[in-house]
């Protein structure tokens, strides 16, 4: 049986995306790094103190706590507002937006993602990560990720394979969009599809066989070999909790 992709979607680059790609390209001069704990954890720290420190990056993007407009430099301010990602708390701002960062590559993702919408990124991304990283034997031709997210088991196929043809899926037209920020950011090509990974159109994979689990969220298929002869490895990433 096969697993079939939706076609590939043509994102355009709008004045928001550009103001998110300044945006990491400030923090990464700034020597940003924020690992992105689960939810329970994150709750807990940002209980203990609401308000972000003036100027500290980790803060306001990694921690989302709330700030006044002063706390950062008005150009940066002017990108947050050009990205459309500030909104108010009462008379101070917060970001509907988080930065995290995995290996030495920076990742916009949804602040809340609980959310139905959001973009994922949270402890199952760095699993996966490892897991990609750990992968033996020869490169794939194509590498799949479906349920992409934010990206980051595409792009980590992306800088581990950079001849392979790496396609992010996800149903979520807004995690297309981020993945692909991320990934010109990182300096990274993939291919953003829309679909859930079963969409009848175009693109064919061997149907992945899952192993290692259960409630596994994605799946890195692997096209190994060439001509009419394909052998296909399927490795899978850790459950969500």
Not at 36 to 61: C, I, K, N, S, W
Not at 137 to 166: C, F
Not at 198 to 217: I, L, Q, S, T, Y
């Amino acid at each position: 049986m096969g697993l079939r992709l939706a076609a590939e979607i043509r994102l355009t680059i709008t004045s928001a995306d550009a103001a998110l790609e300044r945006i990491l390209q400030r923090l990464a001069e700034a020597g940003y790094d924020f690992v992105m704990p689960t939810l329970a954890t994150h709750g807990v720290v940002v209980d203990r103190r609401r308000r972000a420190r003036p100027g500290d990056l980790r803060d306001v993007f990694g921690w989302t706590r709330i700030f006044a407009s002063s706390d950062l430099p008005e150009d940066l301010l002017a990108d947050l507002d050009a990205a459309h990602i500030l909104e108010a708390d009462k008379d101070d701002l917060r970001l509907r937006m988080r930065v995290s960062c995995i290996e030495d590559r920076l990742h916009f993702h949804s602040a809340d993602n609980r959310d139905p919408l959001a973009v994922f990124l949270g402890p199952d991304s760095y699993r996966f990560v490892r897991l990609i990283r750990g992968l033996d034997g020869a490169a794939p031709r194509r590498a799949l990720d479906i349920g992409t997210g934010a990206g980051a088991g595409a792009l980590a196929m992306a800088a581990r394979w950079p001849d392979a043809e790496i396609i992010g899926a996800d149903i979520n037209p807004q995690a297309l969009r981020l993945a692909s920020v991320n990934a010109r950011h990182a300096g990274l090509s993939i291919t953003p599809v829309r679909s859930s990974g079963v969409d009848p159109v175009a693109g064919e994979f061997e149907h992945p066989r899952a192993w290692g689990g259960v409630g596994m969220r994605r799946a890195l298929v692997r096209w190994i070999g060439g001509g009419d002869q394909v052998r296909v490895g399927v490795q899978c990433v850790a459950h969500r909790a």
